[in-house]
Structure formats: C-alpha cells, structure tokens
C-alpha cells in the first residue's frame, strides 16, 4: 500500500483490504519530491508520522517502509520514467510532471519490496489508470487493485489535503461530491450529452463560489479520451481549487 503519509480512514481501507486478501501486508510512507512542481505544496504537505505508525499498527500491519529521500533519490540520480499516454489528459495539463515522478517512485518501490498486489484508491482515479498502464507496458508482475473512494458522512472524499481546508471552505468543498451525484443522477434520467453534463458540474461548483475550476470531465473510463456521447463506460472527474487547496475527485458512469 503505498502512501504519502498523513492517513486518514481511505488509507486505512487500502491496508485492511490488503490484510484480507494477502499474506502480509507493507505499508509505505514517502513524500515523494519528485511528483511536486516547484510552486506546489511539498513544502507544506502534512507530515504525521507517528500518529500514522500508530494507525498502522492498529491495522496490524506487518512492515511500514519509511526511507528518507536520499536513500531514494541518491546524489546523482537522473533516471525517470516516461509515464503512459493517459497520463496527457487532465491532471497532465495542469500538472504535467506530476505523472513523471509518479510512476517512476511507483516503480522503485515494487522493485525494492516485490508484492503480489499494489493497492490504490479510485479517488486518484487517473493516476490508478496511469499506474495500470505502466505496469501493463513494462511487463512488472504485480497486480492493480482500485478500492473505492472513501467518503466522510457528507460525502466529501476524504484527502490528507482536506486538513488545510476552513470550515467555511470545507462546506465549499462539498460541491465537488455534490457535482458529481448531480450528473450520476442525469445520467439515471438518460442524459447522454457529455457536454451538458460537464456544464451541469461546472455550474453546480460556480454556484458553490468556486472560481478556480481546472476541469470538470466526462471521458472514456480506459482511455480518458474526451467524449460526445455517453455510449461506454466513463468517468466523470473533476479537479478544483478552493482557497489555495486542489481538491480531486470523480464518479464513474
């Protein structure tokens, strides 16, 4: 189960849905520098190591994997990986090296510690995507689990980031969730339009008093291509910022 550290009760699934299906489970804990632009937040990005040992243990969970940055980026390393073309769209817009130093610690990491299961949550859905791509590419013998987003009773994903959120800003954030079940509904009542869906999202997060919207999509849920119609399985995502906090989430359709 890799992981950034700062977990919350979405970490946790992962690693109990790993205990249950596996021998033992490993748990990692890095800030990986390398998927961060120079004006994102690395530098403030929450550290809680010990309370997160202390949830591992709870969880019974056989290793934690803590290396600090130099033991994985040595002096002199120069090495990434070319993430896969569905790591373009989307997040690849607005961040495009961010996949970059994803899937390159992603890689490093099943080379040091060999598993037969990777778990990763559905709320970074394009980033489970790229993940599977690449394994697939580069033939590395371990299997992709996607587990559910989990939400907080108000349906908001939960995130490590949702702890620099205000309480004002929070309710704010509730329109993501909010956005998406709008256009699940749409589809029910059988909207096909993915152009109105995707202004029904943007509208529902205006209306909220979001002004920083950097996409709110319907696409292809294997490819993430864009789409016209709702003919296939898609997905819809959005990314948003609500004061200086980027929030993700999505829904598929």
């Known amino acids: 189960v890799p992981t950034m550290g700062a977990l919350h009760t979405g970490h946790l699934a992962l690693v109990a849905r790993s205990r249950d299906r596996c021998d033992k ?57 070319q993430p896969p073309e569905v790591a373009l769209p989307l997040e690849g817009e607005f961040r495009p090296e961010h996949f970059r130093g994803v899937v390159t610690i992603v890689l490093k990491l099943f080379n040091i510690l ?91 997060l205006q209306d909220a008093g979001i002004d920083r919207i950097d996409y709110a999509r319907v696409v292809d849920r294997h490819t993430l291509e864009s789409l016209g119609q709702l003919d296939r399985p898609a997905v819809a995502l959005i990314a948003a910022h609500v004061g200086t906090t980027r929030l993700i989430d999505n829904v598929l359709l």
């Open 114 to 204: 060999p598993a037969t299961v990777a778990f990763f949550g559905q709320k970074d859905f394009q980033q489970l995507t790229v993940i599977r791509h690449m394994v697939d590419d580069l033939n590395v013998p371990i299997e992709i689990e996607g587990c559910a987003t989990v939400r907080e009773p108000d349906g908001l994903a939960m995130s490590s980031r949702n702890r620099y959120l205000s309480a004002a800003q929070r309710e704010i954030a509730l329109s993501l969730s909010v956005a998406l079940n709008t256009v699940v509904k749409q589809t029910a009542a059988g909207s096909r339009e993915v152009r109105q869906l995707e202004q029904t999202m943007q509208r529902v």
């Open 25 to 81: 489970s490993v748990a990692t804990i890095f800030v990986n520098p390398t998927q961060f632009a120079a004006h994102e937040d690395l530098g403030r990005y929450p550290k809680t190591i010990e309370a997160d040992l202390h949830l591992l243990r709870e969880q019974h969970t056989d290793l934690v994997f803590l290396p600090p940055p130099e033991e994985i980026y040595p002096s002199g390393f120069s090495t990434f990986i």
